[in-house]
């Protein structure tokens, strides 16, 4: 396989421009909310980052909800909105695309495609991102194999657009004391069979806001090269996903566990 070590030895770099980068010896901080909700909030989420020196900001705007009578997320507008905002302030966006006609639109004001876990195997819409030339951030399925999320990344690389991230976020189990079952053996196991970059998501990954934390800094000894969660300024208000969102504070204090942890790996 292409994304395979055996293809390429040399750890796959990926570079957004401004001195932002996702790489291997590398701690990337991608946080923000599940969902876009407002010009208020986004500036709120920014200034916070901006005060943390996070650089890349997460947030839905085409939103897959379990029901579909859900906030299903603010659409391009919400999207337009974000990049004037974040432009400005030098922060990168990471949001996810559900199809193939978003791609188009959504090219001028994205940094990062994200391919939500439930899209995992649209291999349409992978066929269509390996022809943008713009990064993508494949999530692993909900329930998917390591094996099935570095085919999925074959798509996308086969098709030509070699800016590629893995990103770990649970897999369902029988387990239901949490959402999902954050699987950090995928991260040696990804890092060892591939030269892409590997980021952890515990926010889906346990879903309960407490435990987020310890999860991510266990992400990031398993070796991941980044950590992606969520926050918000008032998380039980938050349109969607708000039980595993974590207030500023919080979020303030995990960004710089993150530095101190990984200086130490
Ligand atoms: C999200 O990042 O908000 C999201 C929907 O993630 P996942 O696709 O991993 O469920
Ligand atoms: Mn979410």
Redesign the pocket.
């Known amino acids: 396989k292409l994304v395979s070590k055996k293809w390429k030895v040399k750890p796959t770099s990926i570079d957004l421009g401004d001195e932002v980068c996702i790489k291997d010896g590398d701690m990337a901080i991608i946080a923000g909310p599940?969902?876009i909700e407002s010009e208020e909030q986004i500036r709120k989420v920014v200034a916070h980052l901006k005060e943390n020196g996070i650089r890349m900001m997460?947030?839905?705007v085409f939103?897959?909800r379990t029901s579909p009578y859900a906030f299903r997320g603010m659409g391009i507008d919400g999207l337009k909105l974000w990049y004037s905002i974040a432009k400005e302030e030098g922060i990168k966006i990471v949001t996810?695309v559900m199809q193939v006609s978003q791609i188009e639109e959504m090219y001028p004001y994205t940094d990062i495609y994200?391919?939500?876990?439930?899209?995992?195997q649209n291999f349409n819409l992978l066929d269509e991102l390996g022809k943008v030339d713009k990064a993508v951030m494949i999530?692993?399925g909900?329930s998917g194999t390591i094996e099935e999320l570095l085919q999925s990344a074959e798509y996308v690389f086969s098709g030509g657009n070699e800016k590629l991230i893995l990103?770990e976020?649970?897999i369902r189990t029988y387990e239901k004391a949490s959402r999902?079952t954050l699987d950090l053996n995928a991260v040696p196991i990804l890092k060892s069979k591939s030269h892409l970059p590997v980021i952890v998501?515990p926010?889906?990954g346990i879903g309960i806001r407490e435990y987020v934390p310890q999860m991510a800094l266990a992400g990031v000894m398993a070796g991941a090269d980044g950590i992606?969660y969520?926050t918000h300024e008032i998380p039980e208000k938050a349109y969607?996903?708000g039980q595993q969102t974590l207030d500023f504070s919080q979020s303030a204090r995990l960004a710089d566990w993150i530095r101190q942890t990984f200086a130490m790996r």
């Open positions: 599940c969902s997460r947030g839905g939103k897959p996810e994200q391919v939500g876990a439930r899209n995992t999530k692993r909900i990103c976020r649970g999902n998501d926010s889906h992606i969520e969607s996903d």
